[in-house]
């Protein structure tokens, strides 16, 4: 994670549940307002608790382990887990090893659907309303907030090895 | 590094890149369709056919897709003889399959006259052209459950004595990378069916969404299995992940 210049930080206390990131995630892959293929969803609970959700680009993919193509790949430099859709097969072993269901696949296109934040200018960080998506440089403090939020996670889903 | 020339363009490769990567890095469109990028190259369709001049003068045509660059070439991608011989393949695989809508559109393209209205049995509904893309997707997932059976006209892809395969894991990529949709795999709610074989639908333990076959996540590599063995739907496992953070939140558990 530390070898990424730029982080995407989620800071899910700040989500107001509007659901903005799923509709600039599919207009910026897709060119159309669908939340269903976006990258990114806002899992909303009661007390005005929302969770957006997107890739996590682990330190170690099941993803990647799964796919025998190549298809997937998880970058040295920048610590994204990329796509390359033309080696994809369509055997869809990637969804089925994440443990985090962050990743979907498109049957039409026959492409699978994760988050690539867009490139290095991630469409749902630009258009937050609430900066509960961020963009930032991976110094210390950024990752310190990551591992934060991974803290949250893994004392909830402990039961998930990761 | 090599240079070589690609229908008057320059263009710097890597030794043994083959002549469609190079064509194709420089966006010329070779029409390709037992090629694909995830899978070892087999030149079976000889779609992907171009004309190459070697150091020597010599101009052969050849496989784009098995012609590893080794020296100084000259391809041409688009010459009359790389045209006429395209044409020629796709005559032969429209004969084999007439009611592709792959081959009809090639067909178009290349300006192949469609077959005889005689020579076109109305009963045929044969897509595969035997380009062997499932059987090496098959071969590359692990599982081998398909191969090329029979020879000559009688040849085709099959499972080992037309019989339910038992090492298929009903994947479907066999079926998802055919070009010409030959392969069928029918699902219904509960049940999959593919190569003759039926599997049952694994039921999300949260919301009961029928999601994959039991093979298929016995193939999930055991360390990224949840340790408590729950069998969660991806929707369900993405939402167990946002509860998670939830909770740490102060919010209640619900439904």
């Known amino acids: ?162 | 590094m090599v240079e070589v020339t690609i229908d008057g363009q320059k263009i710097e490769v890597e030794k043994g890149t083959t002549a469609l990567e190079a064509a194709r890095s420089l966006g010329i469109e070779i029409p390709t369709l037992c090629y694909h990028e995830g899978l070892p190259p087999d030149g079976n369709c000889r779609l992907c056919q171009v004309e190459v001049t070697d150091a020597r003068g010599r101009t052969n045509l050849v496989i784009s897709c098995m012609y590893p660059i080794k020296g100084p070439v000259e391809i041409r991608t688009d010459t009359e003889r790389v045209r006429d011989a395209r044409a020629f393949v796709v005559k032969l695989l429209l004969a084999r399959s007439p009611h592709s809508p792959v081959l009809q559109h090639l067909a178009e393209e290349y300006g192949v006259e469609p077959l005889d209205a005689r020579f076109v049995p109305e009963d045929e509904t044969d897509l595969c052209i035997r380009c062997g893309r499932c059987v090496r997707a098959c071969a590359t997932l692990g599982n081998n459950c398909i191969e090329f059976v029979w020879r000559g006209w009688e040849k085709e892809v099959n499972t080992p004595f037309k019989e339910p395969s038992n090492s298929c894991i009903g994947c479907g990529a066999c079926a998802q990378v055919c070009p010409t949709g030959a392969i069928r795999v029918t699902e219904d709610e509960t049940t999959r069916t593919i190569w003759d074989r039926t599997f049952d639908l694994v039921a999300c333990e949260r919301c009961g969404v029928r999601f994959a076959t039991p093979e298929q996540l016995k193939v999930v590599s055991p360390e990224f299995k949840p340790v408590d063995g729950r069998v969660l739907c991806p929707r369900c496992r993405k939402l167990e992940e946002a509860r998670a953070v939830a909770s740490g939140l102060g919010a209640q558990e619900e439904n």
Do not use: W
């Open chain 1, 1 to 162: 994670m530390e070898k990424t210049e730029n982080l995407l930080l989620i800071t899910p206390e700040r989500c107001i549940g509007c659901g903005t990131c799923e509709l600039a995630c599919s207009i910026g892959h897709v060119g159309e307002f669908k939340p269903t293929v976006a990258n990114i969803s806002v899992l909303r609970f009661e007390a005005g608790v929302n969770v957006p959700m997107a890739c996590l680009q682990c330190d170690k993919p099941a993803c990647v382990a799964a796919c025998q193509t190549g298809a997937l790949e998880k970058d040295p430099k920048t610590g994204l887990v990329g796509i390359n859709g033309a080696k994809c097969i369509g055997c869809r072993m990637c969804m089925m090893a994440c443990p985090f269901g962050n990743i979907t696949y498109n049957a039409a296109a026959k492409q699978p659907l994760k988050c690539d934040q867009c490139g290095g200018s991630p469409m749902c960080a630009e258009f937050c309303p609430a900066n509960a998506i961020e963009y930032l440089p991976a110094d210390t403090a950024t990752v310190q907030r990551k591992k934060a939020f991974a803290a949250k996670l893994a004392s909830g889903i402990s039961e998930v090895n990761v």
